[in-house]
C-alpha cells in the first residue's frame, strides 16, 4: 500500500526508533502506463489522498499491515484498487511490498466502458467515503503481478538503500530495457482490465475486515494531535482534555493507541511532537532557535529531547538546525 511519489499527498512517518528501509523502482512503460515496485521494511504510518488521475492498481505482500482501515494480517496478499480521491490509510509494522501499475485518465478510459467505470467508482466510495476497492488476488492478477516483477527486475536497485521516513530512492530503467519491453504496454492494458472486471464482480470477496470502533478511536485521535500546538499555552494537551473532547474514557484512549500503534497517550503525543519539530526545522531553519521550537512543541526538558530526537531520526536536532541554516544562507 504504498505510492509512486507524485501521485498522493501524503502524510508518512515513522513509529518507532527504528530505522526503515523505501526504495522505490519505477518505469513509464508507455505514456499514461507506469508500473512500480516498493518495499518498507519498518514500523510506517502514511495517511493521505490520491492527487492522481485515472486508476492505480496495487498487489500487496505483507507480514503485518493495516491498510485502509481494514486488516489485512491474516491473509500473504491483497489486489487494492483506488482512483482520484481516494484515501489512503497503512500501518506497516513490518516488511511488505508492492507491485503496482498506474494508468492516467485516458488509458484508463481507453479500457474501462462507462458501466465498468460507474461499477468501479462505486465500490471505491463504499458507505464511509472514497477509501479502496480491497479484493483477493486471483489468476490473473498473479499472472499481471508476475510480470510486472520480471520488467523490473531489470531495475538497477542500490543495495541497502536507506532514506529517511516518507522518503523514497527512486530508479528507472535504463534505454535499452526500455525499448525490450515497449511492446508490452497493451498487453498489461488488457490483464489490468480483466483483475478490475474480477474484482468488480463481487465472485472474489474481500480479504480485509472493517476496521474495529477502537481504530475509529485511533485515527481520532491522531488527527487530533496533529493539529499544531496552541502556542498560548504552557502545557501541551493532556490525556484528560482528549477524553473529554471524544467523550470516552482514559482507558478507552490508552487501549485504542496501544492496539493501532503500540504506544500509550504520552508517547504517542511526544512521537507526533518530534516529527513535529522536525518538519519545522525544516520549514524554518535559521529563522528560529532550537530553544524557541522547543518551546512552540511543549518540550521542556532539553536533554530529553535531543536523545529522543537522535533515537528516531538518528541525529541531533541542533545538527539539524545547523546545516538547514548553512543550506539558508547559501541559497540565493
Known sequence: MFATPGLWDLRAYSVTPITFQFTLASLELAPG?????????????????????????????MRSQRAYLQSLSEV????????????????????AESFSIHLDAARTAAILDADLRAKLDALIAGPSGRRALVAGVTRAGHQLRRRIREMLAHV?????????????????????????????GEALLEMTRTVIEQ?????????????????????????????????????????????????????????ALQEFFGLGYVAYRRLVRLHQLRDAIARRGGKTSLARLGYDFHFSHFGRLAADYKALFGRLPSDDLRNRSRSAAVTP
Do not use: M
Not at 500473504?76 to 516488511?95: K, M
Not at 536497485?157 to 530508479?171: I, L, T
Open 156 to 184: 538497477e536497485v542500490e543495495a541497502g538503500a536507506v532514506a529517511p521516513p516518507g522518503a523514497a530512492h527512486v530508479f528507472d530503467l535504463c534505454a535499452d530495457a526500455r525499448q525490450l519491453f515497449s511492446g508490452y
Open 199 to 255: 474484482a468488480c464482480s463481487g465472485a472474489f470477496a474481500p480479504v480485509a475486515r472493517p476496521a474495529s470502533v477502537r481504530v475509529e478511536i485511533a485515527r481520532e485521535i491522531e488527527a487530533l494531535l496533529w493539529e499544531p500546538p496552541a502556542l498560548d499555552r504552557d502545557e501541551d494537551v493532556s490525556l484528560d482534555e482528549i477524553a473529554q473532547r471524544l467523550r470516552i474514557s482514559r482507558r478507552t484512549i490508552q487501549i
Open 33 to 61: 502506463i507506469r508500473i512500480s515496485r516498493t518495499v518498507i521494511d519498518g514500523h510506517l504510518r502514511a495517511r493521505g489522498v490520491f492527487c492522481g488521475e485515472g486508476v492505480h492498481l496495487e498487489f500487496v505482500e
Open 76 to 95: 500473504q496478499s491483497a489486489a487494492v484498487i483506488t482512483s482520484a480521491g481516494s484515501s489512503r490509510d497503512t500501518l506497516s509494522s513490518e516488511w
